[in-house]
């Protein structure tokens, strides 16, 4: 089994910045892509961004050039750095892994319970 924790949300301001973060734990700890889904409510989940255990990375198009993501030194943990955030950027953000960790996608994954970010005044 795969448990994935996510951190660093909260409110901040339009302009400002987050870091998120997720730790797997439990008995697989290598996973060919990690990557972060967001649901806002009213709104239909989106892949924001992804990357591979050999650094490839993806990003929708509504962040790029803002977020960035990237992998720890542990290769169970995948970061999101969220700069210049709007407030459409408001939603519950999850961390993914591919359910078959070598040969899986993450359009069938296993997620964690996601980190709140707002973005407001």
């Known amino acids: 089994q795969v448990h994935l924790t996510e951190s660093g949300g909260g409110l901040v301001q339009p302009g400002g910045s987050l870091r998120l973060s997720c730790v797997a734990s439990?008995?697989?700890?290598?996973?060919?892509?990690m990557g972060w889904y967001r649901q806002a409510p009213g709104k239909e989940r989106e892949l924001v961004a992804s990357?591979?255990?050999?650094?490839?990375?993806t990003y929708a198009d509504s962040v790029k050039g803002r977020f960035s993501i990237s992998r720890g030194n542990a290769r169970n943990t995948v970061n999101l750095q969220m700069n210049s955030l709007k407030p459409e950027d408001t939603a519950l953000y999850y961390c993914?892994?591919?359910?078959?960790?070598?040969?899986?996608?993450?359009?069938?994954?296993?997620r964690g319970q996601g980190t709140q970010v707002t973005v407001s005044q």
């Open positions: 439990g008995s697989i700890l290598s996973f060919s892509v």
């Open positions: 990357i591979t255990n050999s650094g490839s990375t």
């Open positions: 993914v892994v591919p359910r078959d960790p070598v040969r899986g996608t993450l359009a069938r994954h296993i």
